[in-house]
């Protein structure tokens, strides 16, 4: 049985004081969330008072990247190593903005979930394609390169403990969700490409949806048998619209 899970990804956002507020109004309805996994992404600044906040909670708290290895002359990158000191149970990997924005390819992304599998940290592998991508009827051929590009490197094995985020990079942001129907199919692809690697590793794994999730259109994607959740930019900023989505 998987567990439903509802990550947030607050990005560039938050001052000192408002994610302090984000934080507490998360913690103080940790409970009705119990049988749920709850994770939120601040800024890396912000992680101290996610550890802060959140320590005697269910919630959990990782990062939105990390930089290869534990330690080394990489000004400015911040490694998984650094990541655990501060509580962190998971890592976004992959996500479009950091391939868009960073010029993230397959290759470096591959080695980044190694590095988060390196120090036990779980990754959210993020995949989707691009609205032109889409349009030329490429989606299953995209999602399958950034699917496969990783199990080249780490092996099956290691989608034991990751997590696989589908996000449509046309929904990213704009408020256009994919319909219930649009990403049911592209997580039972998922699902089925992964079930030719290893089916237990397949049927286990949680498989999430981002792409403008909100509280009044979260139900609907929940009710799809291969959607395990979500992963919510802009609505997760936000404690009454993340709360509503973690309730549905
Ligand atoms: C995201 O950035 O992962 C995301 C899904 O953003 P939004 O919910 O704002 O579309």
Not at 100 to 123: G, Q, R, T, Y
Not at 141 to 168: D, L
Not at 211 to 236: E, R, Y
Request: neutral net charge; glycine residues 8%.
């Amino acid at each position: 049985m998987r567990k439903p899970m509802v990550a947030g990804n607050w990005k560039m956002n938050g001052t000192r004081e408002g994610a302090a507020v984000l934080l507490q109004a998360i913690k103080n309805s940790h409970q009705k969330f119990s049988d749920k996994e709850i994770v939120v992404f601040p800024s890396f600044i912000h992680l101290p008072l996610a550890e802060k906040e959140l320590s005697n909670t269910d919630i959990q708290w990782g990062a939105q990247n990390l930089y290869l290895g534990k330690s080394g002359a990489f000004t400015g990158e911040i490694s998984g190593a650094m990541l655990k000191e501060y509580g962190c149970r998971y890592v976004l990997i992959g996500h479009s903005e950091r391939r868009l924005h960073f010029h993230e390819d397959l290759n470096l992304i591959a080695e980044k979930f190694k590095s988060a599998i390196d120090v036990k940290l779980k990754p959210i592998l993020c995949v989707g394609e691009t609205k032109t991508q889409r349009e030329k009827n490429e989606t299953e051929k995209i999602i399958k390169e950034q699917i496969i590009s990783v199990i080249e490197k780490v092996g099956i094995k290691n989608f034991e403990e990751a997590v696989i985020a589908y996000e449509p990079v046309w929904a990213i942001g704009t408020g256009l969700t994919a319909t219930p129907a649009q990403a049911q199919i592209a997580h039972a692809f998922i699902r089925k490409l992964l079930a030719e690697q290893n089916e237990s590793i397949a049927t286990k794994i949680q498989l999430l949806y981002g792409g403008s999730v909100k509280a009044d259109n979260a139900a609907g994607l929940f009710l799809m048998p291969d959607i395990d959740g979500a992963l919510v930019g802009g609505a997760s900023l936000e404690a009454e619209s993340f709360l509503k989505i973690c309730e549905a």
